[in-house]
């Protein structure tokens, strides 16, 4: 079976990605790549664009056993057979900020990858996808690559399980939910 690391934008999929399959010995597929080499997207001012039902199909020839997957559209182009767990990456908005200000985000962007966060719809989306007992949440605020990574290996070992994670209810008890969802 094959894993998936998933989550919003600057959570920190990549770095944890790349290090994860490195440890476990497991090929690195970047859903995204894959995505750009396969040609199917249309670039937009603020995006890519990814037809998903295409991409489904270049993935389900990709994706096998000591596969690790990585991207945020993992619960789109996956199916619950494919995949062993889901470890959902979560960072708080406050973080994000400055992650995506790094990355010259326009504020549209920003914006949308802030409120996606702190809703946490990729998180929903991965959990309805693949179910509970296959999804781990956790939360990488503050914590350093092998912090991380220490707590992968104790959740993928049934050591440790998943964190719960509500952004929504640090930001309205801050009294910034105008900060984060004005139009």
């Not at 600057?10 to 490195?22: D, P, Q």
């Not at 991409?55 to 990709?62: E, R």
């Not at 809703?119 to 996808?129: E, M, N, P, R, S």
């Not at 070992?157 to 900060?179: P, R, T």
Request: aromatic residues 6%; proline residues 2%.
């Amino acid at each position: 079976m094959s894993l998936v690391v998933t989550g919003n934008p600057g959570v920190g999929k990549h770095t944890i990605s790349k290090n994860l399959a490195n440890t476990l010995q497991y090929d690195l597929i970047d859903i995204n790549t894959e995505a750009i080499k396969s040609g199917l997207f249309k670039k937009t001012k603020d995006a890519l664009d990814v037809d998903v039902s295409k991409l489904k199909k270049v993935l389900k020839a990709k994706v096998k056993k000591r596969t690790l997957v990585v991207g945020h559209l993992a619960p789109y182009v996956l199916t619950k057979s494919q995949i062993s767990n889901a470890i959902i990456l979560r960072r708080s908005p406050y973080d994000l900020i400055s992650v995506y200000k790094k990355r010259r985000y326009s504020k549209r962007k920003m914006q949308e990858n802030l409120q996606a966060e702190i809703l946490g719809i990729v998180a929903y989306d991965t959990l309805i996808k693949f179910g509970r007992k296959k999804c781990i949440q956790i939360d990488c605020t503050s914590k350093s690559i092998p912090q991380v990574m220490h707590k992968i290996k104790k959740a993928l070992d049934g050591n440790v399980e998943s964190e719960f994670v509500d952004w929504l209810s640090l930001v309205a008890e801050k009294k910034d939910l105008k900060k984060f969802f004005q139009t």
